[in-house]
């Protein structure tokens, strides 16, 4: 909607977050359950042909009504806003740093016991806005002593990018200076490699033995998600048993992915209740979750999950079968970098570092693997301050495509709503995420049931650390209500690019059929 009619219809009341009425949280959850519905969300999970799951209305709904409501379970502050945005509520001020820096608890924590005499140059530089955040913040990490810990883990990740850094450009002077080598050295390491490579299928049969051909007709279609989901289990643990990748720094934006890991995995180690740090009006949030997923599993016939975490959709799967629909399907079975050449021909399969490092495995992987990798090294150096189970890729992985899948970036200044009309709020807010600043990411488990649509129902408008929900419009019975993943401006055929390439699914909203057709008639 232009600005101008927007500011015509000023004299509209500007949308306030209606409070919701507390509820006591449940401990438990069983379909025995007597949910009072009336002062729960109006939402029901249903399976939905080719979305998964997604949030439907449980009954008729207005516009500019709160459908939800969600607190994190993990965030993160983007490595650009460190200094700017508050580490708890998400208080942003882009022209100042914040005024209470994190490494100013480190007194707190040495009186907490923990006897750390060198005091190490504090790398990560979260901030706080105020003293208060700052408490909420060490009370849901669980305490003064872990709280340190986690500082450790961001400071050790910090470290090791700067290091990185470092060597990187010593190799680079080195580089510039062996390039100045003959070519006939060049061409005899190449020899070389491929020696050793003979020289290690030789020695290890079992360790390279693979379907170095399959038949022509062989389609990576047919291959069920459990076998893939073997295969990717044996790819990683090559890659994390032979150390692969450790060499390589993932890039700024896998960096914020692997931060959002770190604070989730270590809440999930600290706080024994998911709920525990979140504060008072998640109670709602919970039963209506609670009552959400107890009435889906029920009616799919599967136990309640062990935690909120494990209910998230994991799109693991997903991205390999994006890679392979990449792949041209002529050449699938025939170039030496596609996963035909590393299908196992017997199980266990145990490929070799040659094996995944020539393979189209590599280019899958290589992202995910280094980012394991950094995170595990800092979990290891952050171990001295605050010992945790070790990080398995199991734990990582489980995580890591989870987090991908089901991420919301945290906009700053947060999106305002105006009510139109009793049918309609401004529309232009849907927009509004293009102009936004994204300042971190959080995970709102109880919110990830919301599938996309590039004409959405329902906007999200974030309160402080809440992700609040309001339709849009008016939104019947059974109607699927939908968000959009990120800025829907674009034309048609890179919507659905974006959303192809970071959520795996091509994007069939009825908007996009309308475009699509408007193009297929203009050409
Ligand atoms: C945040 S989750 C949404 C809930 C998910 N459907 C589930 O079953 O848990 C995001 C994932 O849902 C799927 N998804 C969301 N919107 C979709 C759409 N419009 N069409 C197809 N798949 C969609 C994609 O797999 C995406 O990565």
Sequence with gaps: MAVGVHEE????????????????????????????????????????AGRGRGFFAARDIAAGETVFRAMPLAWAISEDWIRNTCWWCFTHDCRRPLPI???????????????????HRQRYKGVFCSEDCMQKAINAHGGCRAWQGYLALLDSIEADVHSHKTKSARTKKQNALSSRETPATVCEVASADIELATFASAANPELVECKPAVNADFDFNDVSDEQLATWISFVWNAIVVNGLYTSVMPN????????????????????????????????QNELSWKRCITSYDAANHSIAPPSALDHMRSNEIDFVRAHLRQLDSSS??????????????????????????GSWWSAVFET?????????????????????????????????????ANSFGVYDPPTKLTLLSSTNLDSSMLNSQCE???????????????????????????????MVFVATTPIMQDEEMF??????????????????ENFFFTCD???????????????
């Design 9 to 48: 219809k000023s004299s509209e009341p500007a949308l306030s977050v209606a409070a919701c009425k507390i509820l006591p949280a449940t401990d438990a959850y069983s379909l025995n359950d007597d949910f009072d519905t009336a002062n729960c969300f109006p939402v029901q999970i249903k399976e939905v």
């Design 101 to 119: 820096k994190a490494a100013q608890l480190v007194p707190a924590a040495v009186d907490s016991g923990i006897t750390n005499k060198k005091p």
């Design 252 to 283: 700024s934006g896998q960096r914020e992915l692997v931060r959002l890991i770190a604070n989730g995995l270590f809440l999930e180690y600290t706080a024994s209740d998911f709920f525990q740090h979140t504060n008072k009006v998640c109670h």
């Design 332 to 357: 699938a079975n025939s170039s030496p970098l596609t996963p035909a050449t590393l299908v196992p021909a017997r199980i266990p399969w145990k490929p070799s570092p040659l094996q995944i490092e």
């Design 368 to 404: 995910a693997a280094s980012s394991f990798a950094l995170l595990d090294r800092a979990w290891t150096a952050s171990s001295k301050v605050y010992s945790l189970s070790p990080l398995t890729h199991d734990l990582f992985r489980k995580v890591y495509f989870r987090e991908m």
């Design 436 to 466: 936004q600043e994204c300042v971190g990411f959080c995970i709102y488990p109880t919110a990830v049931y919301f599938n996309h649509s590039c004409c959405p129902n329902v906007a999200k408008v974030r309160s402080g650390r809440e």
């Design 483 to 500: 968000i959009s993943y990120g800025c829907i401006t674009d034309p048609v055929s890179e919507r659905r690019k974006r959303l192809a």
């Design 509 to 523: 909203c009825s908007r996009c059929l309308v475009e699509l057709t408007a193009l297929v008639k203009q050409f």
